[in-house]
């Protein structure tokens, strides 16, 4: 039976959030997701095994345990789901784990195994430690989901041979495997799959000195000459996601190629992403343009969400779920009961002194 549960809505939620956010970002160099064609460049820059990977530091410690002991225990480690935003690198560390464990790796995903034979089939031809990626594994249908608990848990998979009162469950043996299943969405997972995880990484938004070093990395595979301080500028411009800190150091090399000798500078980087228009703070024309109508047009709030939305012609959507998130991780805009509030910060970002009376707000709204 294909019963509702409360999952669904949440997750056509969050399917749309990804088209509103492909659909508002474009153009722009700061999407965290991935553009259809940005996939070998990609998999050229990943690092290949945990010592290579930085950032993360506790999920780098905490997988190398796992892995370690699995290793000496000469077992395929309990099962692994990585959470976290778009671009931080769950994919990288699903390939890292099966290269320290020298696996197999098998990759499919949610969306992908659209019935639970699909999954069957995977499932039964997996050889013994095989890693079994499942990306974007919130998607999965529920009787494949149904099945692979079974699979999880005791290594086993029911085959339903013919229909309706004649059907038989053919159970079948399937090699111990270890599951990595990765997720932007982990409260979307219903509890028995969430449960059935031995370990779940949580993946954070990386700090500038670790952008700074992934920078570094990167311009050294791409043969790009980087200053230290434009891999500091690009660093701070990078939302914290190293999708975004590559896609931008790929765009300045054009600029430096194109515009002078090849080599990025401070003031090479600079100039490309005023041009590029991503800002100090890594906030592009959308994300500017709704603090700009905050502060500016409405006096720095508050306002309804759908008042902004039309000062700005945009959908409140794309307003709410696309520009805004950002806005208030950086703390330049707050959501209050009574609508947006740029803050102190948001009007110093502007260039603007702050109204005497925003001194006060943080105590009011926290
Ligand atoms: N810790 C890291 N060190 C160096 N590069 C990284 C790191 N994390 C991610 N990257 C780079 O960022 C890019 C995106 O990473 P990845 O594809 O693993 O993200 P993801 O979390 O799987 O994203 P999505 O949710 O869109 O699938 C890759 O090119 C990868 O090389
Ligand atoms: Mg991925």
């Not at 659909?23 to 160099?29: K, P, Q, V, Y």
């Not at 720095?300 to 700005?312: C, D, E, F, K, N």
């Amino acid at each position: 039976m294909q019963g509702e549960r409360p999952g669904d809505a949440a997750g056509d939620a969050l399917a749309r959030a990804e088209e509103a956010e492909l659909a508002a970002r474009r153009d722009s160099l700061v999407s965290p997701l991935a553009d259809a064609d940005e996939s070998a460049i990609e998999s050229a820059l990943r690092p290949r095994r945990l010592t290579d990977f930085t950032g993360q530091a506790r999920v780098r410690e905490q997988l190398s345990l796992i892995l370690t002991s699995a290793l000496r225990r000469g077992r395929p480690p309990d099962h692994l789901l990585l959470a976290g935003p778009p671009g931080l690198g769950k994919t990288t560390i699903a390939m890292i784990v099966a290269a320290e464990l020298g696996a197999l790796l098998r990759v499919t995903s949610g969306p992908a195994i659209e019935r639970s034979g699909d999954l069957a089939a995977v499932l039964s031809t997996l050889s013994e430690g095989e890693v079994l990626f499942i990306d974007e594994i919130h998607r999965l249908a529920r009787p494949a989901e149904e099945m692979l608990y079974l699979a999880m848990e005791d290594f086993r998979v029911d085959v339903v041979v013919g229909k309706g009162p004649g059907a038989t469950a053919i159970p079948l043996d399937i090699a111990p495997f270890t599951l990595v299943g990765a997720t932007t969405r982990a409260g979307l997972l219903p509890a028995p799959l969430r449960d059935r995880f031995g370990f779940t990484a949580h993946l954070d938004f990386y700090a500038p000195g670790e952008l700074e070093h992934i920078v570094r990395r990167s311009a050294g595979l791409l043969g790009v000459r980087l200053t230290d301080e434009a891999a500091a500028e690009l660093a701070a411009r990078s939302r914290g996601t190293p999708r975004v800190a590559n896609r931008l150091l790929r765009r300045v090399r054009d600029y430096a190629e194109v515009r002078a000798d090849g080599q990025v500078t401070l003031e090479i980087a600079r100039a490309a992403l005023e041009l590029y228009e991503v800002d100090a703070r890594g906030l592009d024309r959308l994300d500017r343009g709704v603090l700009d109508a905050v502060v500016r047009r409405f006096g720095g709030g508050p306002v309804g969400l759908s008042t902004l939305a039309v000062a700005l012609g945009e959908e409140a959507e794309t307003v709410e779920v696309v520009a805004e998130p950002f806005l208030v991780r950086c703390g330049l805009l707050a959501r209050t009961p009574r609508g947006r509030v740029a803050t102190a910060a948001g009007w110093a970002h502007l260039g603007l002194d702050p109204p005497a009376s925003l001194a006060e707000l943080p105590t009011l709204f926290d």
